[in-house]
């Protein structure tokens, strides 16, 4: 389907959920040392050597000016199990972090327990993404659960990947 994006504001974003992604809870500390962290799936593996990622934060979000003072972060990769944490990390009602386990690592930044993958990271950049930021990190320590299901997005919605 072939759509004009000066008539169809709708075309660029239908079109880019059809590249269906995995679904993180991106973390980190506020100046208080209180966790922050909202549900991201703008997550790329960008470099190997040195060992890069990046995630893509709206300039909208309420977290976004956290992340810009915070000197490390946290990429948390959800598990089909932990649909209410990315729905709960997504919305602005509630307090996200008081039903979740949350453990720290070198840094302090809350990692999630039990979830797919970790990635705790050293702020490495930050570029200009338009109306989000663009957070490169270096990453500084990983886990990840072999045997688990991811979650996923697509089309706008939550999906299930079961191998297991
Ligand atoms: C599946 C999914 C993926 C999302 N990906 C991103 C993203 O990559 N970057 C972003 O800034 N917001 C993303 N969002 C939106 C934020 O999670 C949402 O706006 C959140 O409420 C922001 O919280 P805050 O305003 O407290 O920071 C995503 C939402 C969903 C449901």
Redesign the pocket.
Known sequence: MSKDLETDSRALRDALGCFGTG?TVVTTLDAQGDP?G??????TSVSLDPELLL????R?????PHFLEADSFAVNVLHVGQKDI??R????EGDRFENTACESWSTGVPILTDSLANFECRKYAEHDGGD?IILVGHVLGVRYEAEYDPLL?FRGG?RELHLY
């Open positions: 679904v922050v909202l549900t991201a799936n703008s997550f995630v893509c934060l709206s909208a979000s309420r977290s976004t990315a729905q990390f997504a919305t602005r989000h997005y939550y």
